[in-house]
Every structure is written in structure tokens, then in C-alpha cells.
């Protein structure tokens, strides 16, 4: 993102240090909204950041270890504008809670991209310290996000709030990846008549499941 | 899988050919099941089918190509495992339904641990030709299991079931990855009572939100 001043690039203060890290958090973000998480390189993040690439594996394990920091920043993002959307509300619906969730998290298309990538990826090229962090603060945005949620509605009770989150998070990872097809593909989408079932609209089409979803648990706790 | 006798190995003839090919999807087929997809290189594959790795190459695309193939293949095998589990009966319920998809998919762990890198990375390593030839016959397998779910039961639309076969595929796949956790995370859900929430059981997890919504489409179509 912005290329560091020399005397802070030495990095020797610990705020420097700290200004470091942002800065190399900060590109690896920019960069995965532009092209998407699976192009960005560390080379890329180093390049962006303006740190040499063997500097960077200071501050951080390795390139999956940036984007694992960032899916625990989205999730407590994702935390904070479902908590703002509610408000102070406590007669919502089960099915207000559900399009609520969906609107909250397509605002955050870094989300949506990394849901996918970090099990399959990312928990799989760092330490168990970075992962148990990453988990840790995943489940707290989602404990905070089910007492949100439990509260904005008299329904559906804490554990079935959390499964509705917790499986929308699920889909939206899924959805994300094949609503936004490779270039070779979206053109045989666009050609091929025959394909016109396989294209998926996100939001509508993760909206439809995870209200669908909140009326399934609706019946069972009434 | 099984090492080709010398004649074969030429393969001149078509036969001998379509015998190659199988060889290559076999042992893809077998490796995938003993170490995970993601763990399979076309090295490995072309090893145990004992052709020389560029021999591989002239009967398939990539490795991805490989795989790709088997998603196929084995999304044609779940809509005849449904179309046996589900058998003649015109009595059934969207429940029964829903119970039955994950039951079948379930005897399915290679199309379970496919679901989830045929988008992500098989349809983006292939030719245009490979990934339309795929998602025919993905599409066919999801039409074939839409009639056979609407005549098991008279309460889901085709639409409905469409939709709840294809939501439960994509729940499937990312279920599957991270109820499969790598190793060090395995220790780690073992070892730290704090990340008990996270742990993942397939079946039981799948089922529960496969029937979910299915009441839940059982609502809005009743």
C-alpha cells in the first residue's frame, strides 16, 4: 500500500515494528481485492509493501500467515456490521436475521474469498500458534455475532442462531469461488446455453439458502 | 493401481488407449483416497500407473484434467446411489429425502474431498473443452437426482430439489475440508479445550443442515 519511510523500513522501535506488520497486512489486502487471494505472492505483498521479501518473513510465518490474520480481522469486521445492522432491535424475525446476514458479509468481498481458502489452504502452511489465534478469534466473532443475533429475535434460540451463522459462512466461502469463475470459464458461460443452470448470482442465491435455512429452524423451535 | 504389461504400455491401438486412460484415472482414483486430493501429484499418479510422466500427458490435460474427470464420474455415481437408496417409492418426505443425499454422499469421500477443489482449482487448470465436458455431465448427474427426489416425495417442486441437492453439495465440500483437518490442527482440537466448538463431525453436521433446509423448503412450498 504505501511504501514506508527509510528510518522506519530499519525497523528497530517497537512501533516501527508495528507499522511494519500494518504495512505488510495492509498490502496483501489491497492486493487480494484487486486480483483475488489465489494470485497474490509474497513476492506481490514484499513488492507492494516496500520491504525486501526476506524482511517480511520477519514480522510474519509466510504468505498464508498474512491472509489468516486477515480472514480473523473479517470475521470481527463481519461481527460488527451484523451487530450494527440489528441495532437495538429485539422483535426481528428469523428471516430478517438471515437476509441481514447475508447483506453484512457480500460488504465484504475479502471475506467472502478468503471463507474458502483458509481451510484449505491457509491453516495448512502455518504454526499451530498462528492457527490456534486464528481459531480463537473466529470463534469469538461468532459467539459475539450469535448473541446478536439471539437477541434481535425471539425465535430462535442461541445454538440454532449459531448454526444458521456458521453455515451461512459455509456457503458464502462455497458460492464465492464459483460465482466468480476463472476468465475461461465465465466466457463459456456466457457462450453455452447448455451451462445457464451452472451460474450462480451470489447474493440472491446465498440469501435464498440461508432464509430457507431460518425458516427449516424456525419450524423446529416453534 | 495396476502396472500395464509392456504391450499395452505402447499403446498403438484404441483399446489400448481407452486401457491407459483407465489406468491413469485408477490410480489417480486410489492415491486421492489413501493421501487426500490435495496431497496427489501427477508425478505420483504417472509412478503408480507405471507410464513415464510425459507418456500421461498425451491422455490427459494435467493432473487437474484427472480429477476433473472423477468429479464427473463420481457425481454420476451419487445419482445412482440416490436413485437405489430412494428405490420405487412415491411416499416419501423431504426429510427422508434430505437424510438420504447426505447418507450417499457420504459413501462418497473422494467426490467429498473433490467437491470442494473442482471449483477452486481443477476447472482453472484445464481447457475450455475439459471444464464444459465436466460440467455437462455434472449438470446431467443434478437433473438425474432432481427427477429421482421429486418422485420419492410429493411435497418438493424439481426446483426445490434442485436446490436442495445442490445447497447440500456445497455444504458437502466445505465440510469435508475442515472436518479432515490437517495434522498439527487435529493435535490442537484435541489438546485445547477452547477450540471444542470448532470441531467438525461430517455426517451428523451435514445431515442436520440438509434437513433443516429441506423443512424449511417444506414451509415455503406448503
Redesign the interface.
Known amino acids: 500500500m504505501t511504501k514506508l519511510p527509510p528510518h522506519v523500513q530499519r525497523a528497530r522501535r517497537p512501533e516501527h515494528k508495528e507499522l511494519r506488520l500494518a504495512a505488510i497486512v495492509d498490502s496483501a489486502r489491497s492486493l487480494a481485492l484487486e486480483k483475488g487471494v489465489?494470485a497474490v505472492t509474497l513476492t506481490d505483498i514484499a513488492a507492494r509493501a516496500g520491504i525486501n521479501k526476506s524482511a517480511v518473513l520477519r514480522y510474519v510465518e509466510t504468505r498464508e500467515d498474512i491472509y489468516l490474520r486477515l480472514t480473523a480481522e473479517c470475521w470481527s469486521r463481519w461481527a460488527a456490521a451484523l451487530r450494527e445492522a440489528l441495532g437495538k432491535r429485539t422483535d426481528g424475525t428469523a428471516d430478517e436475521l438471515a437476509t441481514q446476514l447475508c447483506r453484512t458479509v457480500v460488504d465484504q468481498p475479502l471475506l467472502c474469498d478468503l471463507l474458502?481458502?483458509a481451510?484449505?489452504h491457509l491453516?495448512?502452511h502455518v504454526?499451530?500458534d498462528a492457527?490456534?489465534a486464528y481459531?480463537?478469534a473466529a470463534?469469538a466473532a461468532?459467539d459475539d455475532m450469535t448473541t446478536t443475533g439471539a437477541r434481535f429475535q425471539p425465535v430462535l434460540e442461541d445454538g440454532e442462531v449459531r448454526?444458521l451463522i456458521s453455515?451461512t459462512s459455509?456457503?458464502a466461502?462455497?458460492?464465492w469461488?464459483?460465482s466468480n469463475?476463472?476468465e475461461?470459464?465465465a466466457?463459456?458461460y456466457a457462450e453455452?446455453p447448455?451451462?445457464a443452470?451452472?451460474v450462480v448470482d451470489f447474493l440472491p442465491r446465498l440469501t435464498?439458502?440461508a432464509?430457507?435455512?431460518?425458516?427449516?429452524?424456525a419450524?423446529?423451535a416453534g
Do not use: C, D, F
Open positions: 489465489r474458502a481458502h481451510p484449505l491453516e495448512r504454526s499451530a492457527v490456534l481459531k480463537l470463534l461468532l448454526e453455515t459455509l456457503l466461502g462455497a458460492l469461488q464459483i469463475p476463472p475461461a470459464l466466457r463459456l453455452e447448455r451451462l443452470h451452472a435464498g439458502a432464509r430457507t435455512m431460518a425458516a427449516g429452524l419450524v423446529r
